[in-house]
């Protein structure tokens, strides 16, 4: 099967260790001590239906105590990670238990990894195959008002933004004229396991590279996003954005 070779070849490229047979495999990811930015490279099935809750199961719970940040579109959802209770997860304060929330290919979120030490996760699963008009594509769909999304690949893919996960800056014309100019991409930069403000990144069909720095003023280089990493978004432009990525990528 070409698109699976392409996506194979693709995935063991990438920053995190990965395995790949056709589109079943798993990411071993880092997850440092403190905070970093994660996603699910992966659908996972519970029977027939896809449900990607988090998991940590009393006979090894590793990230008891931790947390989770789930970015709702003002605030965040936070969860405590906690193996005894009955959904594995707690409110923030450890009292009571929560359901836990769907961590869908495509998003991202904020993980603190409070175990004492950094870890490696484990994400097994299949990859995101969309239907519709475009067969063997995944479509993440941003609507206009977006406002500080956590995005990530919907394909398990690491590299360039645009040059290998397909989030194409569109130009109706020449330089200037792309779907995505205006609009702004921010990386988190951790310090001793904590947030320490965002890398901004414009993107700017008219620079040599496709994206600027915060003021739009100088070429800096393409965003590099790692398999089961992710990165915030702005859409400025006020039109929805189809994010397509395609297993031949």
Known sequence: MIAAS?????????????????????????????????????DVANGNNITNLISNPAASPTYDGSYLYVWGGHSFAVYTIDSTQPTGVADPTDSYATNAPTL???????????????QTN??????????GSYPGTSTNVISSTTLNA????VIPVGGGISSVDGFTNVLTAGPGTGNLDGDYIEIPNFVGGHVHGYT?????????????????????????????????????NGTTINWIQSLGQ
Do not use: C, K, M, R
């Open 6 to 42: 392409a996506l194979a070849a693709g995935v063991v490229s990438s920053q995190a260790q990965v395995y790949s047979q056709n589109i079943v495999g798993y990411v071993n990811s880092t997850l440092p001590s403190g905070y970093s930015i994660q996603s699910a490279p992966f």
């Open 104 to 118: 869908n290919p495509g998003i991202s979120w904020f993980f603190d990894n409070e175990s004492g030490s950094q």
């Open 122 to 131: 484990t994400f097994v699963g299949t990859v995101h195959i969309g239907s």
């Open 150 to 153: 956590f995005l990530a690949p």
């Open 200 to 236: 901004t990144i414009t993107i700017d069909s008219t620079q040599s590279t496709g994206f600027a720095d915060a003021t739009d003023s100088t070429a800096v280089p393409e965003p590099q996003i790692p398999v089961a990493g992710g990165f915030l978004f702005n859409n400025a």
